[in-house]
T-cell receptor, first 113, second 112 residues
Framework: AAGVIQSPRHLIKEKRETATLKCYPI?????VYWYQQGPGQDPQFLIS???????DKGSIPDRFSAQQFSDYHSELNMSSLELGDSALYFC????????????FGPGTRLTVT | LAKTTQPISMDSYEGQEVNITCSHN???????ITWYQQFPSQGPRFIIQ???TKVTNEVASLFIPADRKSSTLSLPRVSLSDTAVYYC?????????????FGSGTRLLVRP
């Protein structure tokens, strides 16, 4: 069965650089969530989209932005990167907006040096 | 959102049944209980969800008492590959967003 695809899987950036993470949800899933998991920490919700519209916002820094496109894939744009942004970034998709059953991708490991 | 409390860690042996209990004393009427499993450096994986009494699927069972102030995830006959972090989440089915709010999970170690 198709799963959530995230790219790239690994990314190394320097401080103050920008990064773009991509997420391709499972086909026919119209809801996408982004989570950040720092080393040794629990996943933290960043932002979500339903039918290409932002549906909720969590602890996402103002330096980050995201959007969902017409084909339902989503991109997380991160600017002015800081060392503390080093983390695993997970994208999850859901077949409907009203469900706690989410399917997570393999994550993008971002390292900021 | 209701706060959840779980044991920080648990140890078990292969073949045993493992029960992880989660406390959620201030659970609201519309809240559902969901459990996720996470292996190191992998995304969390949905295990099971329930509202009351008992729910069972091919992976686990979820027991919820009548007062719903706690829930117990039961993993039958665990294997080494069940070593992971298990998260209990409580969320309102009536919310406009179904974001997952992860608390501190339970680190389960299964020994040979």
């Amino acid at each position: 069965a198709a799963g959530v695809i995230q790219s790239p899987r690994h990314l190394i950036k320097e401080k103050r650089e920008t990064a773009t993470l991509k997420c391709y949800p499972i086909p026919r899933h119209d809801t996408v969530y982004w989570y950040q998991q720092g080393p040794g920490q629990d996943p933290q919700f960043l932002i979500s989209f339903y039918e290409k519209m932002q549906s909720d916002k969590g602890s996402i820094p103002d330096r980050f932005s995201a959007q969902q496109f017409s084909d339902y894939h989503s991109e997380l744009n991160m600017s002015s990167l800081e060392l503390g942004d080093s983390a695993l970034y997970f994208c999850a998709s859901s077949p409907q907006a009203l469900s706690y059953e989410q399917y997570f991708g393999p994550g993008t490991r971002l390292t900021v040096t | 959102l209701a706060k959840t409390t779980q044991p920080i860690s648990m140890d078990s042996y292969e073949g045993q049944e493992v029960n992880i209990t989660c406390s959620h004393n201030n659970i609201a009427t519309n809240d559902y209980i969901t459990w996720y499993q996470q292996f190191p450096s992998q995304g969390p994986r949905f295990i099971i969800q329930g509202y009351k009494t008992k729910v069972t699927n091919e992976v686990a069972s979820l027991f919820i008492p009548a007062d719903r102030k706690s829930s117990t995830l039961s993993l039958p006959r665990v294997s080494l590959s069940d070593t992971a972090v298990y998260y209990c989440l409580v969320g309102d089915i009536g919310d406009s967003s179904y974001k997952l709010i992860f608390g501190s999970g339970t680190r389960l170690l299964v020994r040979p």
